[in-house]
């Protein structure tokens, strides 16, 4: 297939692309100064407010949720220990670590709860509204009804998904009784597709990638009037849904007695597949923090799209087939050769970079969280974890903090992990052994040289 031709690429940064060499991409068309509009702050208010309306609902629909009152949140965990094995260097200085755990998020097991679940609570929420079986102000525990279920069962909600937001979406509208139907591309696993089709839901397996899976289901469901498609590509409800983290982020900062103010950078790095969930964040972020958070994505070097899409200044969609690249990689939910069009564009003036990764280093990040902080994620989860290391030792990085003036000394680094919680234990003992194997041929290879 010839490549496709982009003009604004610089020829280097495409070289090291295509050669699949880590690279770090800083974003000069950031406005740091940038802020939200009041629409989008509405909608960020709106889908906070969405989700503790149904917390009781939740707690209600799932046992594991009644601890938290229904509510869906992860915790912000120190990581002092991981900190000390990889920071470069200046170990001792006050700049803290954290680990964001949405790989432990309740239910869904991964980021995509955020989301996922915000939209399926929205569209329930409508049907119901329309439908006259509740006025606004009514308690939403209601929707757990046998009368809701029957309701929800003439409609059908569908997703195109590589699997943890087939799970999410899959499990939270099963448990509201809708006629629900996942599309999976075949590089989908099957604990997922089986975990699912427990719970009643129709499983579609589709050839070819995540794209595919999605325009399946698009299609099918365009073609039935009573049929909601959660659109991953273009989802403002989803992108809500994740954006509506942030309050919470901020409150866990604080409550850990980090300041983020011009003296004190937050960073925050995110791995993205689609954009959505990382965007959602970032522009969640963005809205409290303002020009005093720095988020950087974490892309699979096979898998760049939020990178190629950017970078190319292109306002049309670039994938990374167009470059030349297969889009195959193990890290599940980041296998997509192109961004979200709803994310991408509101990237352009939010987003302070990307990096790549090898799929050998997610492996071996894997690894690091186990020793360090006996934290078990999947593959994709472990993307961020060299965010920190970026910034502080790549010259790319480097350059970043001198033009934004930034005390790297003081700076509070969150390393978002993104799922992990439900892969089977055999799958992840797989993945440690696979780390293990590599560490080895690592260390033989230098033992050689
Ligand atoms: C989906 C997913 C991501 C990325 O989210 P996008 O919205 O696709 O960018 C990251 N990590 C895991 C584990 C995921 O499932």
Same mark, same amino acid.
């Given at each position: 297939m010839p490549i496709m031709s982009l003009p604004h690429l610089p020829k280097l940064l495409l070289a090291r692309l295509q050669g699949k060499t880590p690279t770090l991409w800083i974003n000069d068309r950031l406005e740091q100064s940038f802020a939200p509009s009041g629409d989008s702050t509405d909608a960020i208010l709106d889908a906070q407010a969405r989700m503790h309306r149904f917390a009781p609902l939740l707690a209600d629909l799932f046992p594991e949720l009644a601890e938290t009152g229904g509510h869906i949140e992860s915790a912000l965990m !120190?990581? +002092? *220990?991981?900190?000390? $094995? &990889? *920071? !470069?260097? @200046? $170990?001792? +200085? *006050?700049?803290?670590?954290?680990?964001?755990?949405? +790989? *432990?998020?309740? &239910? $869904? @097991?991964?980021i995509k709860a955020r989301g996922g679940f915000h939209e399926v609570l929205a569209v329930a929420e409508r049907i119901a509204l329309e439908r006259g079986l509740i006025t606004a102000h009514d308690d939403r525990r209601v929707l757990g009804s046998p009368d809701a279920r029957a309701l929800f069962a003439q409609y059908t909600v569908a997703v195109g998904s590589t699997g943890n937001l087939g799970l999410s979406i899959g499990v939270m509208a099963a448990a509201l009784g809708f006629d629900t139907v996942v599309h999976m591309s075949d590089d989908a696993k099957a604990w997922k597709k089986t975990r699912l089709r427990q719970r009643g839901v129709r499983v579609v397996e589709h050839a070819g990638d995540y794209a595919k899976a999605v325009a399946a289901g698009r299609t099918q469901a365009l073609a039935s009037p009573r049929s909601h498609f959660v659109d991953d590509e273009q989802s403002p409800l989803l992108f809500h849904g994740y954006a509506a983290s942030a309050r919470h982020l901020a409150e866990q900062l604080a409550a850990a007695g980090r300041t983020v103010d011009a003296g004190h950078p937050l960073f925050v790095y995110l791995p993205c597949g689609v954009g959505g969930a990382p965007g959602g964040i970032t522009h969640g972020l963005k809205a409290i923090f303002g020009p005093h958070v720095h988020c950087f994505f974490a892309e699979p070097v096979a898998s760049p799209c939020m990178l190629v899409q950017l970078a190319s200044r292109s306002d049309s969609p670039v994938s990374v087939y167009d470059i030349g690249l297969d889009n195959k990689t193990d890290a599940d939910g980041l $296998?997509?050769?192109?961004?979200?069009?709803l994310v991408a564009p509101l990237m352009v003036s939010q987003l302070s970079g990307v990096f790549t990764v090898t799929d050998d280093e #997610?492996? #071996?990040?894997?690894?690091?969280?186990?020793?360090?902080?006996? &934290?078990? &994620?999947?593959?994709?989860a472990a993307a961020g974890v060299r965010g920190p290391d970026w910034l502080v030792?790549? !010259?790319e990085g480097q350059a970043y903090v001198r033009t934004h003036h930034l005390d790297m000394r003081e700076a509070t680094h969150v390393i978002w992990s993104t799922g992990g919680s439900l892969v089977p234990p055999e799958a992840v003992k797989g993945f440690l052994e696979h780390a293990d194997a590599l560490a080895r041929a690592t260390e033989r290879a230098g033992q050689a040289a």
């Open positions: !120190p990581a +002092d *220990a991981l900190k000390r $094995a &990889v *920071a !470069p260097g @200046g $170990a001792d +200085d *006050a700049s803290a670590w954290f680990v964001k755990r949405d +790989d *432990a998020l309740p &239910v $869904a @097991g991964s $296998a997509v050769g192109e961004a979200s069009h #997610l492996f #071996l990040n894997l690894r690091m969280l186990k020793d360090t902080l006996d &934290v078990l &994620v999947e593959p994709s030792t790549s !010259p």
